[in-house]
C-alpha cells in the first residue's frame, strides 16, 4: 500500500516496489495532495489488476481507472479525454476516490456538489487567473463524465442503478457566445483585404472561410489545397489540426491520425496532427461563393511566391490553405490571438474585443445563413458540420426569435391594423406570349425594325 506524506508544501507518495531482495522503496516528491491521492489511486488499482477484487470492496477511484481503460482509451477524442481524466484527478478521486463505489448514494453527490460549490478550492492552472469558488459551469461538466462512468457501472453489473441519474445540479445558465453583427464583420474583412501584407491577407482568408463555410478553427487550420475544387467552388472538409500527447495517439483507439507534422524540437511531449473530426456528421462538402474562391485564388499566388524566394529548403510546403508564411500549421489558438490583435489594430468602439474569438465568426455565419435560407435548418447544419437541427436551434434561437419578432410586427400591421384580410403579394407580370409566325410578319413589313434587331444582336455578341 502507497501513503501520503507531507513534506514542506508539498506532498511525497511512498511506497514498494519489487520482491524479495529486490523490494526496495520509491518516493515520488514535489506533488499536490490531489496529484497524489490520485497516483495513490492509480497504483492500487494497478495492484488490484493482479489480484481479485471484491465487488463490494471496490473504491471509487478503483472503478474509474478500470473505466478510463476499458471504456475512455476507446470513445473519447484526445481533447474529451484530457479534459475528462484532468476533471476526475482535481475533482472525483480527491473527495470520492476512497468511498466504495457501492456506498455511493444519490444524497451522498448532492453532498458532494454542495460542497464543491461551496466549500472546495478550485484547482488553479498556469497561466489562468486564480478563481474563488468552483463554479456551477464545472460542476455541470463533473457530472456529465461521472453519470457517463456509472452507467457503465451499472452495465457492467457493479451496481444495481446510477444514483447520478437523479441528483439535484446547481441551476447554470449557459452563457451565449457574443457573434459579430455582419456589419462588423465586413468592417474586418475590409481592414484585413491586404493582398500586400501575406499576414494579414492570410487571416483575412481565414476569416471567409469561417465565414462563407461555417468552419471551426481547427478545420480552417487543416483545410488543404488538395480537398479544394476550384473548378466546382467546393471545399472537401475531412480533418482537422489539432496538437495531441503522443502518449494518447498510442491509447486512444479513436484517434485516426491522417499526418504528423515533423516537430521542430525535439523531446516534446506533445505533436501536430491532422486527424478525422471527432463525428462523422463534421465531414461534409462546402461549397464556396465566387467572392472566395477568388480570394482563395490570390493566397495561393502569394505562396507560391513565397515558396520561390525561400526555396525548398525555407518553405515547408504541407499544402494548406491556411499557413504560416514559411508553410508551417496555424493551430486555432494562434488564429485566435492574430484574429484579436487585428480587432485590437482596428480600435472600432462598437466591437467588444474581450468578448470576440475567432470561433464567434462561425456563430456570425450561422445567423446569416439562417435568415438567408428563411429558416431552412437541414442546409444551415449540413454547411456547419452538426449533428442534428436541434444543435442549430439550441444555439441560434435568439436570432430565429428576432426573426419571429419581426412576423408579428407584420401580422399587427396587416391585420389587425388593417382590414383583417391577409391579401397575398400580387404576382409579377408574365410577359406577353410572342408567336413566331405574328412576329416573323411583324418584321417582314417593318425592314427598319428589322435593321435594329440586327444591330443589336451583333452588338451583344461583341460585348
Given at each position: ?71 475512455g482509451e476507446r470513445k473519447w477524442v484526445a481533447s474529451t479525454y484530457d479534459g475528462n481524466v484532468g476533471l476526475l484527478e482535481n ?182 496532427v491532422l486527424k478525422q473530426p471527432k463525428t462523422e456528421g463534421s465531414i461534409r462538402n462546402v461549397y464556396t461563393p465566387d467572392t472566395v474562391t477568388q480570394k482563395l485564388m490570390v493566397l495561393k ?163
Amino acid at each position: 500500500m502507497a501513503s501520503i506524506v507531507k513534506r514542506g508544501k508539498t506532498y511525497s507518495l511512498i511506497y514498494y516496489e519489487g520482491e524479495g531482495k529486490n523490494r526496495h522503496q520509491v518516493w515520488e516528491s514535489g506533488l499536490s495532495y490531489n496529484a497524489a491521492k490520485a497516483r495513490k489511486a492509480q497504483l492500487e488499482y494497478e495492484v488490484a489488476q493482479n489480484i481479485h477484487v471484491d465487488r463490494n470492496d471496490l473504491t471509487v477511484s478503483e472503478f474509474l481507472y478500470e473505466f478510463i481503460e476499458k471504456y475512455g482509451e476507446r470513445k473519447w477524442v484526445a481533447s474529451t479525454y484530457d479534459g475528462n481524466v484532468g476533471l476526475l484527478e482535481n475533482y472525483v478521486h480527491p473527495y470520492l476516490g476512497d468511498k466504495k463505489l457501492r456506498s455511493i448514494r444519490t444524497k451522498t453527490i448532492d453532498d458532494y456538489y454542495h460542497f464543491l460549490l461551496f466549500s472546495a478550492e478550485p484547482v488553479a492552472h498556469a497561466g489562468r487567473p486564480k478563481r474563488e469558488k468552483i463554479n456551477p459551469s464545472l460542476i455541470h461538466d463533473i457530472h456529465k463524465v461521472m453519470r457517463c462512468a456509472f452507467n457503465q457501472a451499472v452495465k457492467w453489473e457493479y451496481i444495481a442503478k446510477n444514483p447520478f441519474l437523479n441528483a439535484t445540479l446547481p441551476e447554470h445558465k449557459e452563457r451565449k457566445r457574443q457573434a459579430l453583427t455582419p456589419e462588423q464583420l465586413h468592417k474586418v474583412l475590409e481592414f484585413t483585404d491586404r493582398p500586400d501584407i501575406y499576414d494579414y491577407y492570410l487571416i483575412h482568408c481565414a476569416i471567409h472561410l469561417a465565414f462563407a463555410c461555417s468552419m471551426r478553427g481547427g478545420e480552417v487550420g487543416g483545410a488543404q489545397w488538395e480537398r479544394f475544387d476550384m473548378e466546382n467552388q467546393m471545399l472537401y472538409i475531412d480533418r482537422v489540426i489539432d496538437r495531441v500527447d503522443k502518449k494518447l495517439m498510442e491509447k486512444l483507439s479513436k484517434m485516426e491520425v491522417l499526418f504528423k507534422f515533423p516537430n521542430l524540437y525535439p523531446g516534446t511531449r506533445t505533436v501536430i496532427v491532422l486527424k478525422q473530426p471527432k463525428t462523422e456528421g463534421s465531414i461534409r462538402n462546402v461549397y464556396t461563393p465566387d467572392t472566395v474562391t477568388q480570394k482563395l485564388m490570390v493566397l495561393k499566388r502569394m505562396q507560391e511566391k513565397l515558396k520561390g524566394e525561400l526555396g525548398s529548403d525555407g518553405y515547408m510546403d504541407y499544402g494548406l490553405i491556411i499557413c504560416q508564411a514559411n508553410g508551417r500549421p496555424i493551430m486555432t489558438e494562434h488564429l485566435n490571438k492574430r484574429f484579436k490583435e487585428i480587432l485590437v489594430a482596428m480600435g472600432d468602439p462598437d466591437i467588444a474585443v474581450d468578448d470576440i474569438v475567432f470561433h464567434s465568426i462561425r456563430h456570425t455565419s450561422a445567423g446569416v445563413k439562417l435568415r438567408l435560407s428563411k429558416g431552412d435548418l437541414k442546409a444551415v447544419q449540413g454547411d456547419g458540420g452538426w449533428n442534428t437541427p436541434d444543435m442549430v436551434t439550441k444555439r441560434y434561437a435568439h436570432i430565429l426569435d428576432e426573426d419571429r419578432k419581426s412576423l408579428a410586427a407584420e401580422m399587427e400591421a396587416k391585420f389587425y391594423q388593417g382590414s383583417g384580410s391577409i391579401e397575398a403579394a400580387p404576382a409579377p407580370k408574365a410577359a406577353p406570349a410572342i408567336d413566331a409566325a405574328s412576329l416573323a410578319s411583324l418584321l417582314a413589313s417593318n425592314p427598319d425594325l428589322l435593321t435594329q434587331v440586327l444591330q443589336s444582336v451583333q452588338f451583344a455578341n461583341k460585348a
